[in-house]
């Protein structure tokens, strides 16, 4: 007896549930990676629910079917996983240096097809920093920072020096504003990224805008 369309369909989604919620909670990535990874996910499972029954026939469908739902669902949501390393690499265009300690980070969906922002905060010392800031071509803005501190408190800092992309990592960052910061930024047509690093506690924290 042929399995219903509409019970392989809900396979498939099931499976890409999986997969997204799989790739959010490993990668910190709720934006367009999760995506991709339910949809390879909820394709592979309906073509293999399908393949399985047109060529094998099992008399108890439903086991295999939730067989296959899991399996497909997990790879899919470790094939698109993002390493810490990769998140490192895509703010900074190159791998993280051993200096590196304490890397968090979080991609967001900001709001437009296919447009993402990252949170990223790690501690590093003064040349590991310096020497990221020189390799990555970003150029230092003091004047956009200082006119950030001449505003306190009138003006919320962090969104003065990040912009206003909705960011609940920011919003719990605890910054300082001191004379001990440093603001950088590096940018093209489709990326952004603004590096604030303290030179007293050697935190820097990162926020990488993609579309």
Wanted: with cysteine.
């Amino acid at each position: 007896m042929a399995t219903p369309k509409f019970t392989r369909l809900l396979a498939a989604e099931l499976a890409a549930l999986i997969a997204i919620l799989l790739h959010a909670l490993l990668s910190h990535d709720w934006c367009c990676g999760s995506l991709g990874a339910g949809l390879l996910a909820g394709v592979a499972a309906y073509v293999l629910d399908w393949l399985f029954e047109a060529l094998v026939e099992p008399k108890h469908p439903m086991p295999t079917r939730a067989t296959i739902m899991i399996i497909t669902g997990l790879l899919g949501g470790l094939l698109f996983h993002l390493t810490p390393n990769e998140a490192f690499q895509m703010a900074f265009r190159t791998p993280a240096p051993q200096g590196i300690t304490g890397l968090t980070y979080r991609l967001h969906y900001a709001g437009g097809p296919g447009d993402a922002a990252m949170w990223m905060q790690f501690s590093a010392d003064h040349s590991t920093v310096e020497k990221l800031i020189a390799q990555g071509g970003f150029t230092e803005d003091p004047d956009q920072l200082q006119m950030c501190l001449d505003t306190l408190p009138d003006r919320d800092f962090k969104a003065c020096i990040f912009g206003g992309i909705n960011s609940k990592e920011r919003d719990e960052a605890v910054i300082v504003p001191s004379f001990n910061l440093r603001q950088f930024e590096y940018g093209t047509n489709i990326e952004h990224v603004v590096v604030l690093w303290d030179t007293g506690t050697n935190e820097v924290w990162v926020l990488y805008t993609y579309g």
